[in-house]
């Protein structure tokens, strides 16, 4: 029944999630509610000629020969050409480019693009039934990448009809679609399958849907790219770790993002399959790595594509500061009834975009340290505000700063401004009059002052709020308490200075801020920050 589905409207094929993680011989049309087994090896093959076409033996044995051939030679034509034809158009897809082109489209304008300032997106996760079952969902998750600049796609699918032990990794040529035919990235494919040691298996890509399905959508999405097809056999601990262990080492720095390719649950009533696909994605949503591996290895139907999940997950998890959004959630219900669904999730891997190393030329530092003094020699003696004019971008960012003052080795004032409020030369300026003119703890510096003055610049970075006290690092970070409207600051050379502990540091931080000196164990906001001192 499957091979015989022809028209997109009434086809929808999933492959079912059962005791050996969802790649055995099982399949599902939903025009037939019937449950058939295939196995596409060359013995079912001969056994389903000898009992089924009652043919003699001589000519069953011919006929199982050409058979044979035929799929070896079409193996051998994908391998050697290297363009894997498209195996499921008219089926889980529509086959003219015109219509399917069109049918993209729609899901696509119809899909809410949510906007990511400042974070980058490392995966998507995408589901692959036919389309009239879940396009509508991959669209919200491909319509965040439509359009951009991805040089390179990495799709991961989990394998439906071959067993397949590890990964297979296709090498080089290209997978085509009604759409035409995207090129395959022979340097990333070369860099992932040496760092994993997968190789090419043609058997695991030759009918496999959970790639193909996603290809048209990235055609339409990001027509430049070239793909990478890996199809992931058994979702054991040491495959899934081994694919994220070399997406971890070739990706960074690389143009690319990952498209995994999962269904949620299969077959269960709707109630039950949206409870538990709620639970799935709490686990996802919560980076439970551990917890999704285990229920993997035991068979457990909470989603097919879990392998390459899981692999997504610790790869992006390494990338920094990671997380899941939810895009849409959907299941089968509405086409296929409620008695048995599947689900469909499409959700994106983000990471923070890390902030641009911001540095200072000698000849910069030298330039705010005259500015400084300049600053301050004109207050004290003209009373008035330094005029400074300057095209110099680092002196026109906005950045937090403090200017320390000394005499004779004794501090003689400091002052400055934790946030990036205004540009940096316009903060140096205005730290320098303050701290010379009204640091409540010394008398301002008189004009016989001045050529003894020694002025230290500290140039800060964003705040960046801390739970573990453990994380501070004396020597390179300054410090900051606060508790309702009181807040301490120590700039970072203040206790290597007075050589101080880490408890004695949030102790002293503490009481400039007001506070008992413990407050800072269970009470108080704790925020450290990094600075540039000169």
């Known amino acids: 029944m499957e091979n015989g589905v022809k028209n997109l409207k009434g086809a929808r094929l999933f492959s079912k999630t059962s005791s050996n993680h969802g790649f055995g011989d099982t399949t599902r049309s939903d025009l037939a509610i019937e449950k058939r087994?295939?196995?596409?090896?060359?013995?079912?093959?001969?056994?389903?000629?000898?009992?089924?076409?009652?043919?003699?033996?001589?000519?069953?044995?011919?006929?199982?020969?050409?058979?044979?051939?035929?799929l070896c030679l079409c193996v051998s034509f994908v391998g050697s050409q290297g363009i894997r034809k498209a195996v499921w158009a008219g089926q889980f897809y529509e086959k003219k480019a015109e219509i399917l082109s069109q049918q993209i489209d729609q899901f696509l304008e119809n899909a809410k693009k949510i906007p990511s300032p400042g974070e980058e997106i490392l995966a998507l996760i995408c589901p692959h039934a036919g389309y009239v079952y879940s396009g509508q969902t991959a669209a919200h998750a491909y319509r965040l990448i439509q359009g951009k600049d991805y040089e390179s796609v990495i799709i991961i699918g989990p394998s439906h009809r071959y067993r397949l032990k590890g990964c297979s990794i296709y090498p080089k040529g290209g997978y085509e679609t009604p759409l035409g035919t995207a090129e395959i990235d022979e340097s990333l494919a070369a860099e992932i399958s040496k760092a994993s040691g997968f190789k090419y298996i043609p058997n695991a890509h030759q009918m496999e849907h959970s790639v193909e399905v996603q290809i048209p959508f990235i055609q339409k999405t990001l027509p430049r790219a070239k793909i990478v097809p890996i199809v992931m056999g058994y979702p054991t601990k040491k495959t899934i770790i081994r694919l994220a262990d070399a997406l971890i080492e070739v990706l960074p720095g690389k143009n690319a993002v990952i498209i995994v390719s999962t269904d949620m649950s299969h077959f269960f009533p709707k109630k039950k399959a949206n409870d538990t696909d709620s639970k799935t994605i709490s686990l996802i949503q919560s980076f439970e790595t551990s917890t999704l591996i285990k229920r993997l290895e035991k068979g457990e139907n909470i989603m097919c594509g879990g392998g390459p999940l899981v692999s997504s997950l610790l790869y992006a998890r390494e990338r920094g500061k990671a997380k899941v959004e939810i895009l849409h959630y959907t299941d089968s219900s509405q086409l296929g009834g409620e008695s048995q669904v599947v689900g469909y999730l499409a959700a994106a891997l983000y990471t923070k975009i890390p902030n641009p190393i911001f540095s200072l030329s000698p000849e910069e530092k030298t330039e705010l340290l005259r500015l400084a003094r300049s600053a301050i020699d004109q207050f004290i003696r003209e009373k008035k505000i330094i005029n400074y004019n300057t095209e110099n971008l680092n002196f026109l960012a906005k950045k937090g700063a403090f200017v320390t003052l000394k005499r004779k080795d004794h501090l003689r004032g400091c002052i400055g401004f934790i946030e990036p409020i205004a540009p940096l030369y316009q903060t140096v300026i205005q730290a320098s009059v303050y701290a010379a003119c009204r640091d409540q703890r010394f008398l301002p510096v008189s004009a016989e002052e001045l050529d003894d003055?020694?002025?230290?610049?500290?140039?800060?970075?964003?705040?960046?709020?801390?739970?573990?006290?453990?994380?501070?690092?004396?020597?390179?970070?300054?410090?900051?308490?606060?508790?309702?409207?009181?807040?301490?600051?120590?700039?970072?050379?203040?206790?290597?200075?007075?050589?101080?502990?880490?408890e004695t540091f949030l102790k002293q931080a503490c009481l400039k801020a007001g506070l008992p000196p413990n407050t800072w164990k269970s009470e108080a906001d704790i925020y450290i920050f990094e600075a540039i001192i000169f």
């Open 453 to 502: 003055l020694e002025i230290e610049i500290s140039v800060l970075s964003p705040l960046e709020k801390i739970h573990d006290p453990s994380l501070i690092r004396v020597g390179k970070h300054g410090l900051v308490i606060s508790k309702g409207d009181k807040r301490g600051l120590l700039l970072p050379q203040v206790p290597v200075e007075n050589n101080w502990s880490r």
């Open 37 to 70: 087994k295939f196995d596409f090896s060359y013995i079912s093959l001969y056994s389903f000629l000898c009992l089924n076409m009652r043919i003699d033996r001589k000519n069953m044995r011919k006929t199982a020969l050409i058979i044979f051939f035929s």
